[in-house]
């Protein structure tokens, strides 16, 4: 027993480190666009009218020249083309509103966008996301570089209540592990809330065929199709003005069923290095929730669990304030304590609730089992 906690430990404390070597390591990318290059937004959306005027806020001060706008609604049914047609009253660049009709669903929107875009650059975002002025501008320049044919751009979450506080905190190290993962040659994680691509290697992979069998994964399906196709193509842009922002979920609820849609995500991939760090990822998780009862039935001694738990909590501690200064978060203290305590359960769970069950996106149900 003693040899597995030991072992357990051993890789997950070298990885960190070895993480925040990599995630430290400063952006290297170009920082100007010479060529020029077209880029076309790309804004699904379903039922966002709360959210779309702040978006085209966001657009509208955009400082790159060469730049259109295209939305594609997704069957909305509430007030959104409504909102959105007051919100483009005087936009600054070229845009369209393109209306789904026989196809529905995320990756459908994207690729009525993409074919209908004029740039060589795709930029995805969400309707209910926000960023700085500069942001078109930080996530093209990179390509820059001819053999560049994807950047994944860094997402925070905001919000102020200890739940949503939590989410910051989770999701920023999400995002960071996704970057080492880009800069190592292994990409294994991206956001859509902020990705871009040149239209060819779109057209070149032929999108998202081949990986529709989930509703989710326009990000990271897409993004093993161009690491297979053009391997050493991709790379994260770790800019501060290439940060995207949107709301951390207000509710478990909703906090489940968009874990269990990544979960229907990740399932389609079905690669073997994903596979195995989930594997690891749970086991080690189920150690840390099992180590009281070791302990209580002496498989282990007290001192031993003791031991592994404070060097979790160090090794994390310094995970998530390097992480932290990037994104320019201030760390609660409380969220910290509470990971610490919740987040084993937290794992196991999906780990089994991520092998069958519903969850619901956008006012739909869909199945978490994937064909």
């Given at each position: 027993?003693?040899?597995?906690?030991?072992l357990?430990?051993?890789?997950?404390?070298?990885?960190?480190?070895?993480?925040?070597?990599?995630?430290?390591?400063?952006?290297?990318?170009?920082?100007?666009?010479?060529?020029?290059?077209?880029?076309?937004?790309?804004?699904?959306?379903?039922?966002?009218?709360?959210?779309?005027?702040?978006?085209i806020e966001?657009?509208?001060?955009?400082?790159?020249?060469?730049?259109?706008?295209?939305?594609?609604?997704?069957?909305?049914?509430?007030?959104?083309?409504?909102v959105?047609?007051?919100?483009?009253?005087?936009?600054?660049?070229?845009?369209?509103?393109?209306?789904?009709?026989?196809?529905?669903?995320?990756?459908?929107?994207?690729?009525?966008?993409?074919?209908?875009?004029?740039?060589?650059?795709?930029?995805?975002?969400?309707?209910d996301?926000?960023?700085?002025?500069?942001?078109?501008?930080?996530?093209?320049?990179?390509?820059?570089?001819?053999?560049?044919?994807?950047?994944?751009?860094?997402?925070?979450?905001?919000?102020?209540?200890?739940?949503?506080?939590?989410?910051?905190?989770?999701?920023?190290?999400?995002?960071?592990?996704?970057?080492?993962?880009?800069?190592?040659?292994?990409?294994?994680?991206?956001?859509?809330?902020?990705?871009?691509?040149?239209?060819?290697?779109?057209?070149?992979?032929?999108?998202?065929?081949?990986?529709?069998?989930?509703?989710?994964?326009?990000?990271?399906?897409?993004?093993?199709?161009?690491?297979?196709?053009?391997?050493?193509?991709?790379?994260?842009?770790?800019?501060?003005?290439?940060?995207?922002?949107?709301?951390?979920?207000?509710?478990?609820?909703?906090?489940?069923?968009?874990?269990?849609?990544?979960a229907?995500?990740?399932?389609?991939?079905?690669?073997?290095g994903?596979?195995?760090?989930?594997?690891?990822?749970?086991?080690?998780?189920?150690?840390?929730?099992l180590?009281?009862?070791?302990?209580?039935?002496?498989?282990v001694?007290?001192?031993?669990?003791?031991?592994?738990?404070?060097?979790?909590?160090?090794?994390?501690?310094?995970?998530?304030m390097v992480?932290?200064?990037?994104?320019d978060?201030?760390?609660?203290?409380?969220?910290?304590?509470?990971?610490q305590?919740?987040?084993?359960?937290?794992?196991?769970?999906?780990?089994?609730?991520?092998?069958?069950?519903n969850?619901?996106?956008?006012?739909?149900?869909?199945?978490?089992?994937?064909?």
């Open positions: 027993m003693i040899w597995l906690i030991g357990l430990m051993s890789i997950y404390v070298l990885g960190l480190l070895r993480a925040m070597m990599v995630w430290g390591k400063k952006n290297r990318l170009p920082v100007d666009l010479e060529q020029g290059l077209k880029v076309s937004v790309i804004v699904p959306f379903r039922n966002e009218a709360e959210h779309l005027p702040l978006l966001s657009l509208r001060h955009q400082n790159y020249p060469e730049l259109e706008v295209i939305f594609i609604n997704d069957h909305s049914i509430d007030d959104s083309l409504i959105l047609e007051r919100a483009l009253n005087e936009f600054p660049f070229p845009y369209q509103v393109i209306q789904l009709k026989a196809q529905s669903g995320k990756k459908a929107a994207i690729s009525h966008g993409i074919a209908a875009a004029s740039g060589e650059i795709i930029l995805t975002t969400d309707a996301c926000e960023f700085e002025p500069e942001w078109v501008s930080e996530m093209a320049a990179p390509f820059a570089d001819e053999l560049v044919q994807m950047v994944a751009g860094p997402v925070a979450l905001t919000g102020k209540s200890l739940f949503q506080r939590w989410q910051k905190m989770e999701f920023a190290t999400l995002i960071a592990l996704g970057a080492v993962s880009i800069r190592k040659g292994t990409p294994s994680m991206a956001n859509g809330a902020n990705l871009a691509y040149r239209k060819s290697v779109f057209e070149a992979v032929n999108g998202f065929e081949g990986v529709d069998q989930t509703p989710s994964g326009d990000d990271e399906l897409l993004m093993m199709k161009v690491h297979q196709d053009q391997p050493g193509s991709i790379v994260f842009n770790k800019s501060r003005k290439a940060i995207v922002s949107t709301a951390a979920l207000k509710s478990w609820s909703a906090l489940r069923h968009q874990r269990l849609r990544w229907s995500k990740w399932k389609v991939g079905k690669r073997p994903t596979a195995a760090l989930a594997l690891f990822i749970f086991l080690l998780n189920l150690m840390w929730l180590l009281p009862v070791f302990s209580w039935l002496d498989w001694d007290p001192e031993v669990a003791i031991r592994t738990y404070s060097i979790r909590f160090v090794i994390e501690a310094i995970w998530v992480v932290a200064v990037f994104f978060q201030a760390i609660s203290i409380r969220a910290f304590i509470l990971h305590y919740l987040y084993p359960f937290y794992v196991i769970y999906f780990g089994l609730m991520a092998n069958f069950g969850y619901k996106w956008k006012g739909r149900s869909y199945s978490v089992q994937v064909q």
